[in-house]
């Protein structure tokens, strides 16, 4: 950002070498007959000066519009102020602004030029003094149109611009816009340029052009940025289109395992591209990475009678143990998968070896329900379910637990039908006991 400020103060001070500072206009006419400005918004005080600065009345686009926008209308025949209090805000320091030796400009939109413009300044003491020398300075004056310039002397501590504009009798002054253009390059305590918005910031755009007006550098409001040739960080003599003596760090790369290349370099820092699969003979011996080299089979793990361990966090997260056991969260995984910790899953298949349909054979016997009451209470859990004790010590196996406690169902439902049955029976005995009651009763009344 040095370098940049420097340069541009340099095309800063060319330009001013080139024109009068007195009369920063050309003899060029805009739309409407507007002279056009040389001044660059980079060095105008006030540009957006109703964010930056207390503005009344707030005239928006008033210090940022174009010569050929009418913003703030004088009704013919009488006089209006506007004041801008440059610390009001908080931009420039309760003192004031520094060194603000320089020109006030105030443009006309076409011919709508005021019968007189003047202004007064107030310093960081509460003193007013008078723009010295406000007079109209347009090259097209002798036609109506009007850009006049007033002088801000170089006493210290500028606080506050009073500027009055006066229409004629017979039409309204139109401004256009209103400008200040100071001398000295450390505007605002900032080395080289001025902020246009916050301190120690550009707000304007930067356009850097060689002398055939073609853009070569171009820095925007927004932080985007153009460069035509090489670019050096840390070093003053780039060789390539970016070049850093210093480390590179890219936070943003979005991942892709799609993508088969890899950036490498060499022994000068030069960046290059290669084949993953280009890699397999510059990797350790004891290593193998699948690529194309290896026919349709793909892979990465160890070639040695050595256990695989998974780092993250430089912590071993999980490990494929030699002899092909997996565990996760433990070192020594005693089974093909040992898990130390909470299993997440939406769905769990397990393939058992056997399946207790067999429960509704006919030829199987169910065991007589007082024989489960005494087995209940000399075990205290069902025949064929592992107690808690033995859960506790050995483990649960899902498919032989799923298959012991389907056949328990089975069980259940075929007690649960044989007890139906009964029920049933003992309703329709009930049925025809009640039919046979009138008779039983009248026999006995007899």
């Given amino acids: 950002m040095k370098r940049t400020s420097g340069i541009a103060l340099f095309l800063l001070l060319t330009w001013q070498q080139g024109f009068s500072q ?15 400005q040389l001044i660059g918004e980079l060095t105008d005080v006030l540009y957006n000066a109703t964010i930056r600065f207390t503005v009344t009345p707030n005239v928006p686009g008033l210090f940022n519009a174009d010569v050929n926008d009418v913003n703030w209308v004088v009704a013919a025949g009488t006089s209006s102020d506007l ?29 709508g030029a005021a019968e007189t413009v003047t202004g ?39 606080k506050v611009i ?47 052009q060689d002398g055939n007006n073609t853009n070569q550098a171009f820095i925007a409001a927004d932080g985007s940025a153009f460069l035509s040739n090489h670019l050096g960080i840390g070093t ?35 960046l290059f591209y290669r084949d993953i ?19 349709a089979l793909k892979g990465i793990g160890t070639l040695d009678n050595f256990d695989l361990p998974l780092i993250a966090n430089n912590t071993e997260q999980m490990r494929v143990t030699a002899s092909g056991n997996v565990g996760i969260g433990t070192t020594t995984p005693q089974s093909r998968l040992a898990v130390n910790g909470t299993i997440t899953a ?56 799923q298959a012991a406690l389907l056949k328990k169902i089975e069980e259940l439902t075929l007690y649960v039908i044989e007890l139906d049955k009964k029920v049933e029976r003992l309703a329709k005995e009930n049925k025809e006991l009640k039919k046979k009651m009138p008779l039983i009763n009248s026999h006995k009344t007899k």
């Fill in 346 to 401: 939406k769905q769990v298949k397990v393939t058992p070896t056997g399946w207790p349909d067999y429960v509704f054979d006919s030829s199987y016997r169910l065991l007589p329900l007082p024989g489960i009451e005494k087995y209940i209470r000399a075990h205290k859990h069902l025949p064929e379910i592992m107690p808690a004790a033995q859960v506790r010590q050995e483990g649960l196996d899902l498919g032989d637990n």
């Fill in 83 to 111: 004041t801008i209090d440059l610390t009001g805000k908080g931009e420039v320091g309760p003192n004031g602004l520094t060194y603000p030796e320089g020109y006030l400009y105030v443009s006309f939109y076409s011919t």
């Fill in 162 to 208: 009073k500027l009055t504009v006066t229409a004629p009798a017979g039409s309204p002054a139109l401004v256009a816009r209103v400008e200040y253009d100071r001398l000295r390059a450390d505007y605002e305590l900032v080395p080289a340029m001025v902020t246009k918005y916050a301190s120690n910031k550009f707000y304007a755009p930067i356009l850097f």
């Fill in 236 to 270: 003053s003599s780039p060789t390539a289109q970016l070049h850093t003596t210093g480390s590179v760090r890219f936070a943003g790369l979005g991942n892709d395992n799609t993508q088969g290349k890899i950036v490498v370099e060499d022994a000068n820092g030069n």
């Fill in 277 to 295: 699969a280009s890699l397999s003979s510059a990797l350790p011996a004891a290593w193998g990475f699948g690529g194309n080299t290896v026919g």
């Fill in 120 to 158: 007064q300044v107030q310093y960081a003491d509460g003193s007013w003094a008078t723009l010295d020398n406000f007079i109209n300075i347009s090259p097209n004056a002798a036609g109506g149109y009007a850009v006049y310039q007033g002088w801000i002397n170089s006493r210290n501590w500028l």
């Fill in 22 to 36: 007195a009369s920063p206009y050309t003899s060029l006419l805009g739309a409407f007959g507007q002279p056009r």
